[in-house]
C-alpha cells in the first residue's frame, strides 16, 4: 500500500499535501458545512478535511472507516474524491454514527453519490463494533461458527479515520488500533493540551469538564505510547487550526 522507501520518507511522502487533488470544497460538502454552522455543530478546519481527503485517496484502501458520521461533512468529501473520474474507491466504506441520528441524512448522501453498493452506515456504538468484528475474526480462525452471519466490519481495513470530541478520542483510537491492517492507515485529531487549574480531583465527587479533559488527555497519551510499543509509525501534521496524528499499522 505504502511506497518502499525509509521510514522517514514515507511517513512524509504519505501525510504530504496532493497538489494534483482540487484545493476547492466540494459542493456538496460546503452545502453541509453550512447546515452545520446552523446547527451549531463542531467542524473540522477546512486544512484538516483537505488533508484528510489528500491522505485518504492516496493509500487506496480496500476498506475504508470513518468514525463519527454527524450529517455527513467529511464523508462527502471523501466519497467526493472516491467517485471522482481515474479515482481509486475503495470495495466497502463505513460510516459508523451511534444511535442512528442521523441516518437518514447520511442515507440521503449516499445516494446522492451513487455509492449504495459498497457504503453503509453503521448506529452500533464503535467499540461495540470492533469487538463484534474481533470476535466474528477469531471465531473464523478457529472454524467455529460465528454467532452473527457476517463481520460488521469487512477485513482487512486499511483506513480508520476518527472525527468524534476529545474526551472520547483515547477510547476510540486503542479500539481502531485492534482492527487496522499492516500498513493500514488511522487518521486522528490530537486533543489540545489541557491548560490553567483545574482544581483538586476529589474521590468521589463528580469531575469537572476541565478534570475530564485532563484525564482524556492522559488517556491519550497512554494510547499512543501503546500504539508505539505495538510497532505503529506515527506523524504529527500541523495544520490550521489542529495537529493531525497519522499513524500506520504494524
Known amino acids: 500500500m505504502l511506497p518502499m522507501r525509509g521510514e522517514g520518507d514515507m511517513l512524509l511522502a504519505l501525510v504530504a499535501a496532493d497538489e494534483a487533488l482540487d484545493s476547492g470544497e466540494p459542493e456538496i460538502a460546503a452545502n453541509i458545512g453550512q447546515q452545520m454552522l446552523h446547527m451549531d455543530l463542531t467542524i473540522l478546519p477546512r486544512s484538516v478535511r483537505t488533508r484528510i481527503r489528500d491522505i485518504s485517496a492516496r493509500i487506496k484502501p480496500e476498506n475504508a472507516i470513518l468514525v463519527g458520521g454527524g450529517i455527513g461533512h467529511m464523508s462527502a468529501w471523501l466519497l467526493d474524491v472516491w467517485t471522482s ?7 466497502s466504506f463505513r460510516i459508523v454514527e451511534e444511535g442512528g441520528k442521523f441516518g437518514v441524512i447520511l442515507d440521503r448522501l449516499i445516494r446522492r453519490y451513487d455509492a449504495v453498493s459498497w457504503t453503509s452506515v453503521i448506529s452500533t456504538p464503535w467499540t461495540e463494533v470492533v469487538a463484534e468484528t474481533s470476535a466474528w475474526n477469531a471465531a473464523s480462525a478457529t472454524n467455529e461458527v460465528p454467532s452473527i452471519s457476517k463481520a460488521p466490519l469487512p477485513s482487512p481495513t486499511g483506513l480508520v479515520v476518527i472525527d468524534v470530541p476529545e474526551i472520547q478520542r483515547p477510547a476510540f483510537l486503542r479500539s481502531a488500533l485492534d482492527i487496522i491492517q ?3 492507515v488511522i487518521l486522528i485529531l490530537e486533543p489540545e493540551v489541557p491548560t490553567g487549574d483545574v482544581g483538586d480531583f ?4 463528580p469531575q469537572t469538564e476541565a478534570q475530564r479533559r485532563v484525564d482524556a488527555f ?5 494510547v499512543i505510547r501503546e500504539a508505539g510499543a505495538r510497532g505503529f509509525k506515527s506523524a504529527f501534521v500541523e495544520l490550521s487550526g489542529a495537529t493531525l496524528v497519522v499513524l500506520v499499522g504494524a
Not at 85 to 91: D, W
Not at 218 to 222: D, E, Q, R
Request: aromatic share 6%; net charge negative; glycine share 10%.
Open 85 to 91: 473520474e481515474n479515482q481509486h474507491r475503495p470495495s
Open 182 to 184: 499492516e500498513d493500514g
Open 202 to 205: 476529589e474521590p468521589g465527587n
Open 218 to 222: 492522559n488517556s491519550w497519551m497512554a
